[in-house]
C-alpha cells in the first residue's frame, strides 16, 4: 500500500462468537471468502493484529442481535473493546422483538462512551427498516446523538435479499425520522441507482465500503466516491470476512486524490460518528 493517510478507521467488523460461527446462513459467505467457519469465538488479539498490519488506527466493532438471541452480545463486545480501549469502540446491538428493552439498552450504553452507533442486520430478522418494531430504536438513536448503522444491497449470507433494498425501506425510515444519521453498509450493489437517489436526497444518509475489496468496488460506486459522494462514504472491511490489508491492496487504483483518501479512509468516519 502506497497511500499516506495519517490514520484509517473501520466502521464495519465484529468478533464473532462460537454460536455465529454455527449458523448455517454462513455457507455461502465462506464459499465465497474460501474459508471454513471455525469452531470458537475470534479473539481480540487477531483483530488488532490485523489492524496493525494495515496501519489502521480504530475499528468500530458490532454487537449481533437476532430473533433466535444475541450473536453477539453487547457485553461481549465491550469485553474487547475494554481490552484495548485506544483501538476499538462499540456499535450497540438492539433487540427490535423486546422494542423498550432495546430502547434502554441503547440508553444505557450511549452513557458509557464507548460506543459511536447503533447496528441492526435486516436480514437476520427478515424485516425491512420501515417496519414498525424499529421504530423504537430509531427514536433512541436521535435521542441519544448516535448514527444508525445497517446492512444496504443484496445478502450475501442465505438470507432473503429484499430487506437490503433502499427504496421504499430504508426512505421511509429516513422521511419519518429527518433528524436520524444512517450509514448504510456494503455498498448497496445491485441497487446502485436507489444508492445515489438516497445520497442525493437525505444529506444524513452516509455509506460505508465493507465486504468488498477495493478493486472490486462498482465503477458506479466509485464514481460517486470521487462526486457526489465524497464525505458520504467511509471504509469498512467485514472482518474477519476480509482483513484491511486485503481490502486496500489496490486502494490507489482509485484514483482519489489525497482530499479523496483522507475523506474516505479517516475524516468522514470521524465526523459521522463524532470520534
Known sequence: MEHAVREIIDVWAQLPTARFWREKWLASLMRWTGGEAPSADTPVEILIAAMDEARVSLSLISAWSSPKGDLISNDEVEAAIDAAPTRLKGLIGADISEPMEAVREIRRRAKSGKYV??????WLWDLPPNDRRYYPVYAACVDAGLPFCTQIGHTGP????DTGRLIPYLEDVMIDFPELVVV???????????????VRKFPNFHLDTSAYAIHRLPEEFVKLMKGEGKGRV??????PMLTAKRCLEKLDALGLDEEGKEAFLNDNARRVFRI
Open 184 to 198: 448504510g453498509g456494503h455498498v448497496g450493489f445491485p441497487w446502485l441507482d436507489e444508492v445515489l437517489t438516497m
Open 158 to 161: 442465505l438470507k432473503r435479499s
Open 117 to 122: 452507533g447503533v447496528r441492526i442486520v435486516p
Open 234 to 239: 467511509m471504509f469498512g472491511t467485514n472482518f
